[in-house]
């Protein structure tokens, strides 16, 4: 009997296939709008992180509006994107979750381990990210320096590609999309000092301080990307641009 490979599917994915199998049955009209996400979650009886995920994939994919400060509405068949969001991207909020764990213990590490080139590197890299963001373009640059400079202290091959993969997943179109509506000059100011946080901590040779500096950053982040869309909407516009 002929067998299928079976693949591990995310829950934000069973959970946009489930929403637009029904918009596909007319469950949901072209035009209509949709439950709130605290709604969705509770039907569907998972966490309103793992809703919005969903939902932004569904946006990528043609199938749903999200207008900001009013809801998410279904779009037209022919609007539809000819692919669907890749199986393997991981959801943006479980993403910042994870990292929250792994990068807590790297900078803890780097703050036993750090030398000044190290801290130097680190300076660099926020430097980098202020000036990209007072030019109104997403820092992302910076962002990753900063956060590769930490895991370079660790001296391990794996968690430098762990965190590199963790972060290089930042450019998958979920969160690329999620973050033309949560991230702006606002967001990331808050986000650089933060990182400035970090980099004492680490400089003052503050293992825990560095650990707890890094959970608040990821902890906020989350926050940031959470947030009502309603107040996206008031807090954090315009959008940034994405390219130099």
């Known amino acids: 009997m002929p067998l299928q490979t079976l693949e591990p599917r995310r829950l934000y994915r069973q959970i946009a296939d489930q929403l637009s199998a029904l918009i596909a049955k007319g469950e949901f009209a072209m035009g209509a709008r949709l439950p709130a996400e605290r709604d969705l979650a509770k039907q569907l009886g998972v966490s309103r992180p793992s809703v919005r995920e969903a939902l932004i994939a569904l946006e990528v994919e043609g199938w749903v ?5 009013s809801g998410v509405y279904v779009r037209g068949r022919a609007q539809h994107a000819a692919a669907p969001v890749a199986s393997t991207e991981w959801g943006p909020l479980e993403l910042i979750r994870a990292r929250r764990v792994v990068e807590g213990e790297t900078a803890a590490i780097a703050a036993v381990t750090a ?8 300076t660099r890299a926020i430097a980098l990210m202020r000036e990209l963001a007072e030019r ?10 900063f956060h590769l400079a930490i895991v370079e202290c660790c001296g391990n091959v794996v968690l430098s590609e762990t965190v590199q993969g963790f972060w290089d997943s930042r450019r998958g179109p979920i969160f690329t999309r999620l973050g033309g509506y949560f ?3 606002k967001s990331w100011r808050s986000a650089i000092a933060e990182h400035e946080a970090i980099r004492d901590a680490i400089a003052a040779h503050d293992a825990e301080g560095a650990r707890n500096a890094m959970h608040a950053h990821m902890d906020k982040s989350h926050q940031r990307f959470s947030a009502s869309w309603r107040r996206a909407n008031l807090f954090f516009q315009p959008p940034m641009e994405t390219k130099r």
């Open 136 to 145: 109104n373009v997403m820092p992302l640059d910076g962002d990753r320096a």
């Open 115 to 122: 030398k000044r080139k190290d801290i130097e590197a680190m």
């Open 65 to 69: 509006e999200v207008r900001t400060g």
């Open 183 to 185: 991230e702006s000059v």
